[in-house]
T-cell receptor, first 113, second 113 residues
Framework: QQQVKQSPQSLIVQKGGISIINCAYENTAFDYFPWYQQFPGKGPALLIAIRPDVSEKKEGRFTISFNKSAKQFSLHIMDSQPGDSATYFCAASMTNQGGKLIFGQGTELSVKP | DAMVIQNPRYQVTQFGKPVTLSCSQTLNHNVMYWYQQKSSQAPKLLFHYYDKDFNNEADTPDNFQSRRPNTSFCFLDIRSPGLGDAAMYLC????????????FGPGTRLTVT
C-alpha cells in the first residue's frame, strides 16, 4: 500500500520529442506528488509537484497529469533536450506521516541529439 | 547561497571501521533526513529529525545511527560498515513536516574495502 510504481525503467527519446513517465499508487492518503530529477553524482532536485485537488500542473516544458480516480500520475517533458538526460523519480507523501517521501523506482531518460 | 552541504563527498573506509558522514544546512529548516541510495535504485529513507525529535525507519539496521547537535548539523554514524553499506548517502532538509519540498545535498559516496 505504501508503494509507488514507476514505468518505464528506461526511456530513449529523440531531441524535440515528448518524454512520458508514468507512476501509480495505491494509498489514497497520499496528498503530495513530487517529481525529482537526478543527474549522475548529484542529489535529486525537485522538478515539479502536484497535490490531488489539481488534475494538471505545467511549469515550462514540464507537465504533471494527475488522475485521482485511477490513482495515477505522469510527467510529460515537451521538446525534450539532451540536457534533460537524467534519472527521474516520482514520489508520494502524506501529511500525517511527516512528509516522508515514498519514491518510485526511477526512470533513466536519454535524449538523443 | 542557502544550501545543503555534505562532507566528505567521497569516503573510503575499511570493513568494520566506524565512519561518520556530516551534513550541514543554511536553510534553517526544521526537518533533516538521511537517505541511502544504491546504484540504479531510488533513495531509501533511513531516518529523519523533526527539530530534535528522532524518527527511525522500521527497517533501518541498528548499525546506522544519527545525531543532530543543533539545527544546522546532522551526522550519520555507521558503527561497523559492511560491504553492503557501500552506497551514496544523501542528506535532505525540509522547512517543516508535511508536503514541503525536500532539498537534497550532493551526497557522500561511501566505499567499503
Amino acid at each position: 500500500q505504501q508503494q509507488v510504481k514507476q514505468s518505464p525503467q528506461s526511456l530513449i527519446v529523440q531531441k524535440g520529442g515528448i518524454s512520458i513517465i508514468n507512476c501509480a499508487y495505491e494509498n489514497t492518503a497520499f496528498d503530495y506528488f513530487p517529481w525529482y530529477q537526478q543527474f549522475p553524482g548529484k542529489g535529486p532536485a525537485l522538478l515539479i509537484a502536484i497535490r490531488p485537488d489539481v488534475s494538471e500542473k505545467k511549469e515550462g516544458r514540464f507537465t504533471i497529469s494527475f488522475n485521482k480516480s485511477a490513482k495515477q500520475f505522469s510527467l510529460h517533458i515537451m521538446d525534450s533536450q539532451p540536457g534533460d538526460s537524467a534519472t527521474y523519480f516520482c514520489a508520494a507523501s502524506m501529511t500525517n506521516q511527516g512528509g516522508k517521501l515514498i519514491f518510485g523506482q526511477g526512470t533513466e531518460l536519454s535524449v538523443k541529439p | 547561497d542557502a544550501m545543503v552541504i555534505q562532507n566528505p563527498r567521497y569516503q573510503v573506509t575499511q570493513f568494520g571501521k566506524p565512519v561518520t558522514l556530516s551534513c550541514s544546512q543554511t536553510l534553517n529548516h526544521n526537518v533533516m533526513y538521511w537517505y541511502q541510495q544504491k546504484s540504479s535504485q531510488a533513495p531509501k529513507l533511513l531516518f529523519h529529525y523533526y527539530d530534535k525529535d528522532f524518527n527511525n525507519e522500521a527497517d533501518t539496521p541498528d548499525n546506522f545511527q544519527s545525531r543532530r547537535p543543533n539545527t544546522s548539523f546532522c551526522f550519520l554514524d555507521i558503527r561497523s560498515p559492511g560491504l553492503g553499506d557501500a552506497a551514496m548517502y544523501l542528506c535532505a532538509t525540509s522547512r517543516d513536516k508535511g508536503p514541503y519540498e525536500q532539498y537534497f545535498g550532493p551526497g557522500t559516496r561511501l566505499t567499503v574495502t
